[in-house]
Nanobody, 111 residues
Framework: QVQLVESGGGLVQAGGSLRLSCAAS????????MSWYRQAPGKQREWVAG???????SYVDAVKGRFTLSRDNAKNTVYLQMDSLKPEDTGLYYC?????WGQGTQVTVSS
């Protein structure tokens, strides 16, 4: 079983930045795909970004050029650097690895 703990959320003004962290309870070196999802109020959870163990990252179009995902295998942690935040980025952000999910961290962007 893998436990995932997200942190780093908060309230920020539009144009600001936040860095989310997802700490895993086990080594992430062999986990191929680690991803971030978000869920805005009244909407379905959506995929935001994903990282493969081979160093390939992908992003939903809405965040390309603004969000950057990185992995630190030594710390068993995945990060999501979010810059130029917009009010539409508001939501509960979840970390995912295989079938495991974290509890989420809230991101609120004010206009």
């Amino acid at each position: 079983q893998v436990q995932l703990v997200e942190s780093g959320g908060g309230l920020v003004q539009a144009g600001g930045s936040l860095r989310l962290s997802c700490a895993a309870s086990t080594s992430i070196f062999s986990i191929n795909a680690m991803s971030w999802y978000r869920q805005a109020p009244g909407k379905q959870r959506e995929w935001v970004a994903g990282s493969s163990r081979y160093g390939y990252n992908s992003y939903v179009d809405a965040v390309k050029g603004r969000f950057t995902l990185s992995r630190d295998n030594a710390k068993n942690t995945v990060y999501l650097q979010m810059d130029s935040l917009k009010p539409e980025d508001t939501g509960l952000y979840y970390c995912n690895a295989m079938t495991y999910w974290g509890q989420g961290t809230q991101v609120t962007v004010s206009s």
